[in-house]
C-alpha cells in the first residue's frame, strides 16, 4: 500500500473486554514495530518483528498483551482483559530492512480508551 | 529511565523566529532520529542521523556524537510547523527510545 495503515482509527472497549488492532505496513518491508503512546509522552516500543518473526517482546506491559504476524505483512496486536491503564494509541511503524539508519514509516494509529 | 532528554518542552514562537529543539542523552546509539508529530497524526521521519549534519528545506539537524547532544533548527518558522517534534535514540534493529517531545506552536 501506499503507506502503514492501522484499523481501527478509535476504539473504545469496557474493561475486560479483548481488542484486536491491526497493522497494514507498507507492502515489502520487512520490520513491523509496536509502541504505544500514552496521553502528553513519547511513544514507548513494545515489540518488534522481523518478517514473521517476532525478535524482541521486551516492551509488551504484561502476558494480556500478544501480537502475532503470522505471514510476515499484516500484523495484529491483541490486549485480553483490557485495563483503564491500557488506554493509549498504539502505533505501528514498518522499514524496508530494519537498518540502523533506515526511514521508519508510521501509521496513524489507533485510539483506544477502556471504559 | 531518560536515556533521552529533550529542551524545552514547550516552545511558542513568532513566524519567521529561527527555532532550535536540543536533544541530549546518556547512551551509546548507532543513529539519532527526529520526528515531527501532527495533534491527532502520525508520524512522520524527518531526519535521521549519525554524524554531522543534514538539511532539508528550512530544516537543520546536526549531532555531536562525542557530547552525546543533537539539535533540530527550524529556519524561517510558519505556523504549519507547529506540531510536535521527537528526538529518537535507534537502538538495534531500527528499535526507537523516544524523547517526550517538544510542543512548538508558531503564531503569525
Known amino acids: 500500500g501506499a503507506g502503514v495503515s492501522q484499523s481501527p482509527r478509535y476504539k473504545v472497549a469496557k474493561r475486560g473486554q479483548d481488542v484486536a488492532l491491526r497493522c497494514d505496513p507498507i507492502s515489502g518491508h520487512v520490520s513491523l514495530f509496536w509502541y504505544q503512546q500514552a496521553l502528553g509522552q513519547g511513544p514507548e516500543f513494545l515489540t518488534y518483528?522481523?518478517?514473521?518473526?517476532?525478535?524482541?517482546k521486551s516492551g509488551l506491559p504484561s502476558d494480556r498483551f500478544f501480537a502475532e504476524r503470522p505471514e510476515g505483512s499484516v500484523s495484529t496486536l491483541k490486549i485480553q482483559r483490557t485495563q483503564q491503564e491500557d488506554s493509549a494509541v498504539y502505533l505501528c511503524?514498518?522499514?524496508?530492512?530494519?537498518?540502523?539508519?533506515?526511514?521508519?514509516?508510521f501509521g496513524s494509529g489507533t485510539q483506544l480508551s477502556v471504559l | 529511565k531518560n536515556e533521552v532528554e529533550q529542551s524545552p518542552q514547550n516552545l511558542t514562537a513568532q513566524e519567521g523566529e529561527f527555532i532550535t529543539i536540543n536533544c541530549s542523552y546518556s547512551?551509546?546509539?548507532?543513529?539519532l532520529h527526529w520526528l515531527q508529530q501532527h495533534p491527532g497524526g502520525g508520524i512522520v521521519s524527518l531526519f535521521m542521523?549519525?554524524?554531522g549534519k543534514k538539511k532539508h528545506g528550512r530544516l537543520i539537524a546536526t549531532i555531536n556524537i562525542q557530547e552525546k547532544h543533537s539539535s533540530l533548527h527550524i529556519t524561517a518558522s510558519h505556523p504549519r510547523d507547529s506540531a510536535v517534534y521527537i528526538c529518537a535514540l535507534g537502538e538495534y534493529g531500527n528499535k526507537l527510545v523516544f524523547g517526550a517531545g517538544t510542543i512548538l506552536r508558531v503564531k503569525s
Open positions: 511503524a514498518s522499514s524496508l530492512l530494519g537498518g540502523l539508519e533506515e526511514k521508519l514509516f
Open positions: 542521523l549519525s554524524s
Open positions: 518483528f522481523q518478517n514473521e518473526a517476532q525478535l524482541d
Open positions: 547512551v551509546g546509539i548507532s543513529a
